[in-house]
């Protein structure tokens, strides 16, 4: 992108501005020395002031390319970002406002419209990332999951792995004589309780994981929802202490890692909005369900799939459900069919489908069950 050389330099302009007040101290000095010459005295003056105008306007002029400086370079690691994971081949997506509506109007048109095409094709890849939701009780002796996993990146996939540890935060504390209350599948969560939550999953349970697949000879890298604002959330039940609903995805950080050629493994802890109270407590306990399918949505991933400890959706008699609409499974839901620690799953099945393709619940604890799963080989349930 070439530079207008219509405005003139900054630095012209400064040096202008004080070499214009300079020449009006010249000129009152040589009033006052002169018997006090009006007519220079005044021109002086005038010469200060013209000077001291042009060096405000020139440094809000150059306040202004700073801020457009930087916004251009928003758009730069942005589309450098793309341009990384897609090989300068195919390209698409939509363009993300939110992320540079500070910046907007200050960005260079050609730029802004280059961001606004690799943007919009981002999203038409042949290849699109699938988000696999890893529970912590899914992970038992004979389960293949981190195996599949490798399989699945070694064959081209592009998974992205969020993960839970329920039983893990709830082990730990028990050990601290801490309670445990959950309201519709979401622990309470007071601020002890996400000390331990935020420690857990996304110091150990991660890490676990992230060892496991590079054990394997994959490459994992492990976030949380907190690094660089990944998952946005606000308090939105009180109630229930510091839970959050999500707000917004960012997902620059995913599809960076994934364009260096590693698997995002990522705990689901949230980046609270500021401003939203006067509480300097800035992190958030987000539902790993919930994380799933919003991260689904922004990736516009290929397919959601949430590993369990049981073998699908079950209807009123006990029986695996193969197949579900969104309306079908929302009536399960409503008719307290589907409850507990189903329901986030079910919700976040429904709420992908809105840029997913396809969504299945799947026992994670069979082997080979998510290499299965992509295979088209029946598994669990699919809500579709």
């Not at 309780?193 to 060892?211: F, M, P, Q, S």
């Not at 039940?237 to 599809?255: A, F, S, T």
């Not at 079950?314 to 069919?337: M, W």
């Amino acid at each position: 992108m070439q530079e207008s050389n219509s405005r003139p330099s900054s630095g012209k302009g400064a040096v202008i501005g004080v070499g214009t007040v300079y020449l009006g101290f010249i000129s009152i000095g040589l009033g006052l020395y002169y018997d006090s010459h009006l007519i220079a005295i005044y021109t002086g003056l005038a010469l200060i002031a013209v000077g001291i105008a042009v060096y405000t306007i020139t440094s809000i002029r150059n306040s202004n390319r700073q801020i457009q400086a930087m916004a251009n370079l928003v758009f730069h690691e942005k589309i450098a970002i793309i341009q990384s994971y897609m090989g300068k081949q195919d390209e698409q997506i939509e363009h993300d406002r939110q992320a540079a509506s500070e910046f907007e109007k200050w960005v260079d048109p050609s730029l802004k419209e280059e961001f606004q095409e690799l943007w919009r094709q981002f999203f038409d890849r042949e290849t699109k990332p699938i988000v696999v939701k890893i529970g912590g009780s899914t992970l038992g002796n004979s389960d293949t999951t981190f195996e599949d996993l490798v399989t699945l990146y070694k064959r081209g996939y592009l998974p992205v792995v969020v993960h839970g540890g329920g039983n893990r935060v709830t082990e730990w504390l028990d050990k601290m004589g801490v309670s445990t209350t959950f309201v519709r599948g979401l622990r309470v969560t007071d601020e002890e309780t996400l000390r331990v939550v935020i420690a857990v999953l996304a110091g150990l349970v991660n890490k676990e994981i992230v060892a496991a697949i590079n054990a394997l000879h994959g490459k994992a890298i492990g976030l949380s929802g907190i690094d660089g604002r990944l998952i946005q959330a606000r308090i939105e039940q009180p109630g229930i202490g510091y839970v959050g609903e999500v707000v917004r995805i960012n997902p620059e950080l995913i599809i960076a890692v994934l364009s260096a050629g590693y698997i995002p493994v990522i705990a689901p802890g949230g980046f609270k909005l500021p401003g939203e109270d006067n509480d300097a407590v800035m992190m958030l306990n987000i539902n790993a369900d919930v994380s799933a399918s919003e991260i689904a949505v922004a990736l516009k991933a290929e397919k959601l799939i949430f590993l369990t400890d049981v073998p699908g959706v079950q209807d009123s008699d006990g029986n695996i459900v193969q197949k579900l609409s969104p309306a079908e499974a929302r009536a399960l839901i409503d008719a307290g069919v589907i409850s507990g620690g189903m329901i986030p799953k079910v919700e976040g099945c429904i709420r992908a489908l809105s840029t997913v393709s396809s969504t299945q619940i799947i026992d994670g604890r069979n082997g080979g069950a998510l290499l299965a799963a992509l295979e088209g080989n029946c598994n669990g349930t699919v809500i579709e």
